[in-house]
């Protein structure tokens, strides 16, 4: 199908593909630097994995050092259309030295800021709460050890200057994401003295103002050693975020199963200023899996158009599959994120909501199914082509070529 005719059809229900086209344009997306390593870091330290997130899978061509993660996230942004960012951790420090948590400085990251600038992307950054000796407990900030909670609490506070000054100097606030795998395997005697312990450990944490960076605050529900209890749950962040002024990080895989955090986005977006999604695909438990063109994905660029948030909420990505070609991984999950709010961006909403608010819920449910067979393939060719950007087979082609390039690391 042509995009003209497409253009034609999605005219005739009074969407504007043009006016989406150059809208989805300007919606960056922070893509993950760990899917291009399987969260192992490049610290220069015998670092351990832990925290409960681990990728899995042996697929040949994973980053081993900065140059080549750079190398591939290279090809991956120019298979993605757009200007989007760059989510780096802070275990991915770029430097002969060896500096511990509490020891990194930005001359340690200063060859992304470089290379950033040179590519023309943001940079947004986290400070690492796992993989390392004093995360061994599944407790960080929370420890009840006031040294390794110290040691934890200067871990956070260099990295928020860190951010600080990448924010500075590429001119775009970084955000500075926090995430840690405080919580506890069993039933926990005093799960209050350890979110009393997080908060304090936080406060200080966050005690000084900043700018050209932003605070998030990244909740979870459990994970694999903590099963009784996280500290950072949802109810403690989200009050923590409202009342710090802070962003909120809903990770999709930090939830029940059956919950959708498109639910949330309408909910706590009244309370707050700001919102981070870490956009994922959770099966069965949080489990990182690439992101598909499913509904929970569809229904979250549902909720952002919708809603109109997109205005206040950084979209970053969060999935590590080390069983597919990394790279491969990248630019579907990205441009899966995408294609969603593209179909987001096409929808008659005035005709919807109409037909909502006079209580005509068949027109609702008949018109959204109807538009399920609106040639949205051919929008997004379109959307590719105008941004450089191979589909189809020509894409499957370039990442097989690329994969080939790789797979003898
Ligand atoms: C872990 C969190 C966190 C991490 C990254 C690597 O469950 O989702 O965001 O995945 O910081
Ligand atoms: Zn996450």
Redesign the pocket.
Known sequence: MSYESAKAQFADWGVDTDAAIKALKDIPISI?C?QGDD?VGFENQTGTSG???QATGNHPGRARNPDELRADLEFAYAKIPGSHRLNL?AMYMDTDDTPDRDEIEYRHFAPWVDWARGTGIGLDF?P?F?AHKKADDNLTLAHPDKGIRDFWIEHGKRTRDIAAQMGAALGSPCIN?I?V?DGFKDLPIDRMAARARLEASLDTMLAEAKSDMLDAV?S?LF?IGVEACTVGSHEFYMGYAIRNKTLL?L?M??FHPTENIADKLSAVALSLDELLL?V?RPMRW?S?HVIMLNDDILAMAHELVSGDLLGKTHIGL?F?DATISRTAAWVIGTRNMQKALLQALLKPWDRLRAAEDALDFTSRFVVTEELKDLPYGAVWSEFCARNGAPTGTELITELDAYQATVAGR
Do not use: A, L, M, R
Request: with cysteine; net charge negative; glycine share 16%.
């Open positions: 993950h760990w969260v925290g409960g997130i951790h986290n690492t796992f994401n995430w795998p990244e979870k994970g990080c990770d895989g930090h870490h994922s949080d990182d969060d590590f």
